[in-house]
């Protein structure tokens, strides 16, 4: 047994190194490449090899075995950020102690005596190493390896210890296998195992065999039957039988009554005359698939555009509640369609006139001006407002076909220009495949969730997209499968998305985009007692003689059982409602069920969401923001303290990098005008501590910066924040008040929330015109552009100093919960 011995650690993925056994190895973690360094500047290269328990990146000793291979580094060849090894492994080892030094892992190690067999000479242990020795050379040959070079490198392997572990280094198993072998120090168990080991290997050789054999006697079937086809086509045609020249005749025949451009007549030509001499091979069905498809495309066949504006805006305000600009912008579509109509009528009464006088040249520019171009338009908003279903409506309205596109989790330019028709199974894109779908060129094309469209390593559908949605290069439209132009011109596309931010800028730069906002409670309520109770009650084989959902009942739902910007959630509840009464008719229950208020807890149980309320006392340090998320507005509480301390700044409420950023401005501020605002020289040198509840809640962005600072300056003055008012706004270092977005989703989460005044930057005045008529007449909205001013609105003295220590009460009309 050899002494103890500190030495360098390489750790291994995926391997086990054995003795005996030279081995190719790549090092590229920094902590081995400097392990290795180490080894090379001791004239013995020796280090300490080990197989990791798992294959994680991360080098930690409980992740480590404990038996590896003292190993010698023989070659070392550099390479890009790596090194490559020639490890040849000397004896096993056992890793004593693993030290976790500052450039590197070490390891003392301890040199482990393998147990040889009692009896070399034994007939047993002879014949095992026989058996052992011929399997290796009959495992080669069934793998191709040569066999001269394989006798000769096995029989010059006297040990039987060695030879083990040589052939158990290059068997395909397991690294648990491989280490439990390098684990065994009985020289004939190991040779056992690794005869076991040897043999089902050559089962698997065997195995891969046979089925290599079946699939090139398959690959000879195939050709067989396609000459047999050949065969039995001639004999077919000799009989007057099978003979398909008929559909070929009627396929050739709806071609040519297409009316096709000039280029794509041409191919479709060629590519019938190859059709006619492809017979029934592979390349003939690819054929006939090809003409097939250009068949059944809407080449000039367009439906006409709805005149009657009138009935198009019925159309969409039967469908949809709210959805003003929407609505709009599609009848100003509508109108300026209706105009071009009109101008072209007129266009072709004068050029009868003028026909003699017109040069070729001006009816070709003048045909260019007339081509019109749909618009694209970009719908974004929280789920639910009803992005996806208004295009339905849009199509309906005006007249036209509709096909929907989901884009969702697409990651291959093929799902949007096709397959070329060289692959087995190509097919075109989902663009040409949906125009065929409606059977009309000039179809409304709902793409669904484009921001949800990721790339690969097969290419980029955003960036296919750019051609389909430009209206300068859309009308010759190329798809891979077809091969010819297709005119996306009068298409009118349609887009969805949620998070504007995920969709490429050039792709942005040729949609326009619509907002959708959330609606407001009045708003849900409306389209609840419109669409979803009607619905609902029909979906559950009810009428309105069995059920009847009241507006408190409504106003219950909304406001207790979901929290949402759209209407999805609130669907669901009213089906839920709708259930539990189709269950008790179907019982037996026969008198009419009128749902009120009291009525939703009764079948829902207890209210799902408790939404923030206005604080009932005014308090020193606790000011109210307001925010804003995909599924609406709220208020939110900034709470401030002070405590004896160096004057250090703590933050707490799960906040991130932009909402610390402002906590630190407003502290700044505070601290510069501490003589203006009335904070006493020795409360600067107080700690402060910042804490926004719900502490569970992530939460960013610079909006909350002034309801901080007020809350900071109300705790340092001792001056109370007014609890009736709401504010949002970002803050500077001077104290400015700098605009913010979400200004209608915020008011109005303030406004459910029963606040009576809020408090907004000058510049989001603007904003105020997209917030109801009813909301903006219950709310005193005051406007700042500076601190001063907000402070001047929001702070007041306490008219009671134990005000801070108030118990809150339940107070007539609210509910707690």
């Not at 070729?360 to 081509?371: A, I, M, N, P, T």
């Not at 406001?559 to 839920?576: F, S």
């Not at 109370?720 to 913010?740: H, Q, S």
Request: proline residues 5%; aromatic residues 4%; charged residues 30%.
């Amino acid at each position: 047994m050899n002494d103890i011995q500190k030495i360098p650690v390489i750790p291994l993925r995926d391997m086990v190194l054995f003795p005996g056994a030279p081995t190719l190895v790549r090092a590229g973690r920094p902590g081995t490449l400097r392990a290795i360094k180490d080894a090379l500047d001791n004239e013995e290269a020796k280090v300490f090899v080990v197989a990791q328990k798992d294959a994680s990146e991360e080098v930690k000793l409980d992740n480590l075995h404990s038996i590896g291979t003292i190993t010698k580094i023989t070659q070392v060849q550099k390479q890009a950020g790596s090194l490559q090894l020639l490890l040849e492994g000397e004896a096993r080892g056992t890793a004593i102690r693993y030290v976790e030094g500052e450039r590197f892992l070490e390891a003392t190690v301890r040199e482990i005596e393998e147990f040889p067999p009692p009896n070399p000479n034994d007939a047993t242990f002879i014949g095992l190493h026989r058996e052992l020795r011929d399997q290796a050379l009959k495992a080669a040959k069934k793998a191709d390896i040569p066999e001269d070079f394989v006798k000769g490198f096995v029989q010059d392997i006297d040990d039987p210890g060695q030879l083990a572990d040589v052939i158990a280094n290059s068997l395909d198993i397991s690294v648990d296998d491989k280490q439990s072998l390098l684990e065994e120090l009985s020289i004939e168990q190991r040779m056992r195992q690794v005869l076991v080991k040897l043999q089902k290997h050559i089962q698997v050789l065997d195995a891969q065999k046979e089925i290599r054999s079946k699939v090139q006697e398959k690959l000879g079937d195939r050709q067989r039957e396609a000459v047999l086809r050949e065969q039995l086509a001639a004999i077919q045609k000799e009989l007057g039988e099978g003979d398909d020249s008929g559909e070929l005749e009627e396929l050739t025949k709806t071609l040519k009554a297409l009316p096709l451009p000039p280029e794509t007549r041409k191919e479709v030509d060629r590519q019938l005359r190859r059709l006619s001499r492809s017979g029934e091979s592979m390349d003939g069905q690819m054929l006939r698939s090809y003409l097939e498809t250009i068949s059944e495309l809407p080449w000039g066949v367009e439906t006409e555009d709805e005149s009657d504006l009138d009935f198009a805006a019925k159309v969409l305000d039967d469908d949809h509640y709210g959805l003003s600009e929407t609505k709009d912008r599609v009848l100003e579509f509508l109108a300026v369609r209706k105009l071009k109509v009109e101008q072209k009528k007129e266009a072709l009464g004068a050029q009868g006139e003028d026909a003699e006088e017109s040069s070729e040249e001006d009816v070709v520019k003048k045909g260019e001006s007339e081509k019109g171009h749909g618009p694209i338009l970009l719908f974004v908003g929280p789920p639910g407002v009803g992005k996806t279903s208004i295009a339905k409506s849009i199509a309906r309205a005006l007249g036209r076909k509709y096909a929907r596109i989901s884009l969702g989790g697409a990651r291959d330019e093929a799902d949007i220009r096709g397959h070329r028709r060289t692959y087995v199974g190509a097919m075109p894109g989902r663009i040409i495949q949906g125009l065929r779908q409606a059977g009309s060129k000039n179809p409304v094309v709902l793409l669904d969730e484009i921001d949800k469209l990721s790339a690969s390593f097969q290419g980029n559908p955003a960036s296919a997209l750019l051609e389909v949605l430009d209206p300068a290069q859309n009308d010759s439209f190329v798809d891979h499968y077809l091969g010819v132009p297709f005119d996306l011109s009068e298409v009118l596309f349609v887009t969805t998305a949620n998070f504007i931010e995920q969709i490429p800028s050039p792709l942005l730069d040729r949609m326009e985009v619509v907002r959708f906002h959330g609606y407001t409670e009045a708003e849900k309520s409306v389209i609840a007692g419109r669409y979803i109770v009607p619905r609902q009650i029909r979906a559950n084989a009810l009428n309105d003689e069995q059920i009847e959902i009241s507006e408190t009942a409504i106003s219950e739902l909304i406001t207790y059982y979901t929290r949402e910007a759209g209407v999805r959630q609130l669907e669901r509840v009213v089906g839920t409602l709708a259930r539990k009464v189709a269950r008790e008719v179907a019982s037996g229950g026969a008198d009419k069920k009128t749902l009120a208020r009291a009525d939703v807890r009764t079948y829902l149980g207890r209210p799902k969401i408790k939404p923030e309320q206005a604080s009932l006392v005014d308090q020193r340090g606790v000011a109210t923001g307001m925010y804003y998320t995909p599924m609406g507005g709220d208020i939110m509480f900034v709470e401030v303290s002070d405590m004896p301390g160096k004057g250090q700044l703590v933050l707490t409420g799960q906040l991130g990098d932009v909402m610390k950023e402002s906590a630190r401005a407003a502290w700044t501020y505070a601290r510069s005008n501490a003589e203006k605002l009335g904070i006493a020289a020795e409360k600067l040198d107080r700690d402060i501590h910042i804490h926004v509840p719900a502490g569970a809640v992530p939460k960013d962005g610079p909006s909350a910066g002034v309801t901080m600072a007020t809350a900071l300056v109300s705790a340092l003055s001792g001056q109370v924040v007014c609890r009736d008012l709401a504010m949002t706004g970002e803050i500077t270092l001077a104290g400015r008040v700098l605009p913010v977005g979400g200004i209608k989703e915020k008011v109005l989460g303030a406004a459910r929330a029963g606040m009576t005044r809020i408090l907004l930057p000058g510049q989001n005045a603007a904003d105020l015109e997209d917030l109801p008529e009813d909301i903006r007449g219950q709310l005193e909205i005051t406007f700042a552009e500076d601190l001063s001013q907000v402070l001047k609105t929001a702070l007041r003295e306490p008219v009671d100093e134990n005000a801070e220590s108030l118990l809150i009460e339940q107070q007539p009309g609210r509910e707690l919960f």
